[in-house]
């Protein structure tokens, strides 16, 4: 008898997840791998990975009611596996007094789990307001309001000058577009870490790591 193994199967479905998230940005030019084109992806799709702090999840009830994002976010919605999360946290060398932002901050799991491992403040930007809503009631269920804020904002509009450390899960051309951004804002020595996604050739990472079946990519803003 033949028997699928789930978590390899759940391992080959998270390895597609980045294509997927590309093939979803609106506009994009014919598929290459290495750069998915201007992406203008609306909609939220289901996640499709668990949601960790799932009290909460696409289909809350949340959700009813909230008010459309003020413009089409950039990219959907798919939230980082927690054992990527982890491993994001130990790439950046997350430590006390740091302070971390990230970018679209979706259910909120990454500035959470920041502030839950190592006490740190931190801050989650993120355009859908339904988001918002979601990882504020995490935080909440987590017990962290104190340490974690979450901002419904768009992240190219959003002062980001406080962060030590920056996590990123958005797409490959967002990552090129922000990167100015990054580098005229964050001080010397901030840490910025990027789930599946690098910088194409404009900014090479200094450290990759690979997690169950995916690549995150490390960068640090060098002296000005
Ligand atoms: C792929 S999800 C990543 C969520 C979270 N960072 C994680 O890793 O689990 C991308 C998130 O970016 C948000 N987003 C897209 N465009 C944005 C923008 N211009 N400003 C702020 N957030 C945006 C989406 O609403 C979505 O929640």
């Known amino acids: 008898m033949i028997r699928s193994n789930p ?13 997927l998230m590309t093939a979803c940005a609106q506009d ?7 750069d998915p084109g201007p992406p203008a992806a609306a909609t939220d799709a289901p996640a499709a990975a668990p949601t960790v702090t799932a009290r909460l999840g696409p289909d809350s009830p949340f959700a009813e009611g909230a008010p459309p994002p003020s413009r089409e976010p ?6 980082t596996p927690e054992r990527v999360v982890d491993a994001m946290l130990n790439l ?32 989650g930007i993120d355009i859908n307001p339904v988001r918002v809503r979601e990882a504020n009631a995490n935080a909440e269920a ?16 959003e002062d980001i000058g406080d962060a030590s450390v920056v996590t990123l899960y958005l797409l490959q051309s967002l990552n090129v577009k922000l990167r100015p951004k990054l580098l005229a804002e964050l001080r010397p020595g901030t840490r910025i ?16 790591q690979e997690v169950d079946g995916t690549r995150i990519y490390l960068w640090t803003v060098p002296e000005r």
Request: net charge negative.
């Open 74 to 79: 950039d990219v959907i919605y798919v939230p």
């Open 7 to 19: 978590s390899r199967t759940a391992l080959a479905l998270c390895a597609l997840i980045p294509a």
């Open 28 to 34: 994009a030019p014919p598929p290459p791998a290495a």
């Open 193 to 208: 870490v990027s789930h599946a996604f690098d910088m194409a050739d404009q900014w090479t990472p200094e450290a990759t």
């Open 142 to 157: 987590a017990g962290v309001t104190d340490l974690v804020t979450f901002k419904e904002a768009d992240l190219f509009q």
């Open 92 to 123: 950046a060398r997350v430590r006390e007094g740091d302070v971390l932002y990230d970018l679209g901050s979706g259910d909120g799991r990454i500035p959470i789990a920041a502030a839950q491992r190592f006490g740190v403040r931190a801050v």
